[in-house]
């Protein structure tokens, strides 16, 4: 399932990223187009993470998956991967605003 996540190897940019994993209550997150040695484990409520579409509207720049090249929009690239969006619902309030 995919979402925005902030890259705490470079905490200035948030990226596309996707959950590949869950264990004891910890999401396993990962860049889309890195490899996995950028990918942390954290906590579901942590304001690192954020529902598509949250930078669109904080105006932050969201940085594409590597190697993507042009205009990216979530809408076709969820459909070109066939994935799909982690529910806004899932993320607590902090993580929304």
């Known amino acids: ?6 890259d705490r190897a470079n905490p200035a940019l ?4 996707t959950i590949t994993d869950i264990n004891d209550n910890k999401l396993l997150i ?4 890195w ?14 993470i954020h529902p598509i579409g949250w ?6 720049h969201l940085q594409p998956p590597h190697g993507r090249h042009g205009r990216f929009t979530w809408e076709v690239y969820l459909q070109e991967v ?3 969006r982690v529910p806004d619902e899932a993320f607590t309030p902090a993580q929304r605003q």
């Open 55 to 60: 930078c669109a509207n904080k105006g932050i």
């Open 82 to 84: 066939g994935a799909e």
């Open 35 to 48: 490899s996995n040695r950028y990918d942390y484990w954290c906590d579901p409520d942590t304001v690192d």
């Open 14 to 17: 948030i990226c596309v990223a």
């Open 1 to 6: 399932m995919r979402l925005e996540a902030k």
């Open 30 to 33: 990962h860049f889309d187009g």
